[in-house]
C-alpha cells in the first residue's frame, strides 16, 4: 500500500465529510430533505478528496524533493544561511515597526520580514562562491597556530614544477614559503601520469610523486594537499588559474602557457625558469672565464661550450680547440628567451 492511496482515502474521508456538512447547511437554506442533500454532497465531496488530496499533499512534497535533489549543497546552505540573517534582520526590524500606529504597525513587520528574507536569500546565493571561499580561508588554518603562523603566504604548485623535480633543491633553500598547497585534482593528474602506459610519460609520472615524498619530509616547508576544487569540467590548468584567483595566491611553474594565461587573468606566477635565469652568473665584456669547448657552433670555426648553471659559451675560432679548456676573454652577453649566451674569443698567449 503506498503513502499516495492512503493520503486519498483520508482525503476522501475527511472531504466526504465537509460535504455532509455543507449539504446539511445547504438543505436548511433551501427547506429541503438533509439527508438527501447530505448524501449528494457527502459523494461529491468524498469525489473530490479522492482527486485532489494527492495534489495537495504527495505531489507538492515529492516536486520540492525533486527541486532540492538537484540544488547543490552549496546553494542550499547559502539559501539556508541567507534565510536565517534575513529573519534576523526582520525580527530586529519588526519592534520598531510595530510601535507605528495601525494599518502600519500591522502591515510593515509582515512586509519587511517578506523582503528582508527574499533578499537574504538572494544575496547569499549570489555570493555563495565569495562566502565559501571566506569560510575555507578561515576553516584552512589548522587549530593553535599563531596569527603570524596563520598569516603565513602560500603558493599553489603545478604539475610540471613537481615533475620538473628544481623545487624540492629549491625549498630546501628556504626561499619558497612555508606552506606549498597542492590540490587534489593536481595530485590526480600526475597520478595518471604516473599510471601512463607510455613510459616516458610514466617515468615522469613517478618522479614527480618521489619529489613531493621528498618535498613532505622537508623542514622547511610544509606541503598541504587541498580538496579545493573548481565547479565545472575545466581543464586543469584552467582549474588552477581560477583556484589561484580565488584564493589570491600565487602559482609556482614552469609551464610557458600557463604563465601567459594566468597573467593575463591577474594572477601570480612563479616561474622556475625565470628564477633559473635571474640566478645565473652575470658576466661583463672583457671578463675573462674558462671553458670546455664541447662541439662546433653553428657559425664558421665557432666552438660551442657551457657553464655548469648551463649558460651557452660562443667562442669565435673556437673549433679547433673541441675537447679542451679554453681561457676566454667575453666580448658580448645576449638575453634570449632560451636564457643567456655569451660570446667570447681565445686569450691568445
Sequence with gaps: MSLEFVFRILGMILFAAGGISVGVYLSGLAAASPELYAVVMGLVGALVGLVLT?????????????ILGNVSTRTLFSSLSGLIVGLIIAALLSIPLSLLPPPLGQILPLAAAIVCTYLGVTVFIARQEDIRTMLQAFIRAPIGRSDEEAKEPMVLLDTSVIIDGRI?????????????????FILNELQHIA?????????????????????????????QISDLDVEGSQ??????????????CPVLTNDYNLNRVADLQGVRILNINELANAVKAIYLPGESLTVKIIQKGKEHNQGVGYLEDGTMIVVENGSEYIGAQVNTVVTKVLQTAAGRMIFARPVKH
Design 168 to 184: 624540492a633543491d629549491i625549498a630546501r633553500t628556504g626561499f619558497l614559503p612555508r606552506v606549498l598547497l597542492i590540490p587534489r
Design 235 to 248: 581543464p586543469v590548468d584552467d582549474k588552477l588559474v581560477l583556484l589561484a584567483k580565488r584564493l589570491g
Design 54 to 66: 494527492p495534489f495537495l499533499t504527495t505531489r507538492p512534497v515529492r516536486a520540492i524533493r525533486s
Design 195 to 223: 599510471d601512463s602506459a607510455d613510459n616516458l610519460r610514466r617515468q615522469r609520472g613517478r618522479r614527480g610523486l618521489e619529489v613531493l615524498s621528498e618535498l613532505q619530509k622537508n623542514s622547511t616547508v610544509s606541503v
